[in-house]
């Protein structure tokens, strides 16, 4: 069984197969606190309470949905000005040529599925992670079910979030 020693900023713990772990005071203080939110989260749904998802997972969700739309005038309204949007093929883009793009017919997305995401929040930035799959015509090229993993960031401009970079890498 293990059991702990205190000293002023760490923690001995001592295992039960022998070993000895030290560990900074503050850094198993974090440890447990995620532990317990986890926990908490974990009872909240077994109880069978809904878990809100994070509002900035339905803006990236209602953003995939519009661009899918072709509501180009929506999805602007989601974007920062200083946006760079990088493709899968490496082609990286400012606003404007990624709303041009939209605009003309160039890039047309028909189908944008979320397979998984989750959303890390620091201040007034957010990092969402993903995996999607889309149909897409591009280049006059058209590619169905294309597979990629994201990572978008967002910034908090006054009291709305707006997409501030994009880079996708295509899958296996």
């Known amino acids: 069984m293990p059991f702990s020693v205190d000293l002023p900023k760490l923690v001995l713990i001592f295992m039960a197969d022998g070993r000895i772990t030290m560990m900074r005071r503050d850094r198993l203080r974090e440890i447990c606190i995620v532990w317990l939110t986890i926990f908490a989260t974990?009872?909240?749904?077994?109880e069978g309470k809904t878990v809100r998802p994070d509002p900035l997972l339905e803006l990236e969700a209602d953003r995939f949905r519009l661009t899918a739309a072709a509501d180009v005038d929506a999805v602007e309204k989601l974007l920062d000005d200083d946006l760079t949007y990088c493709h899968t093929t490496g082609r990286c883009e400012s606003k404007a040529e990624y709303l041009a793009n939209l605009r003309s017919g160039r890039t047309k997305y028909?189908?944008?599925e979320v397979v998984n995401s989750a959303?890390?929040?620091y201040g007034d930035i957010a990092?969402?992670?993903g995996r999607i799959t889309i149909d897409v015509e591009a280049g006059g090229q058209s590619v169905q079910g294309l597979k990629m993993s994201y990572t978008d960031v967002y910034r908090r401009v006054g009291d709305r979030w707006r997409m501030l970079a994009w880079h996708s890498s295509p899958l296996p």
């Open 42 to 46: 974990s009872a909240v749904a077994a």
């Open 110 to 112: 028909h189908k944008i």
């Open 119 to 121: 959303v890390r929040h």
């Open 127 to 129: 990092i969402v992670n």
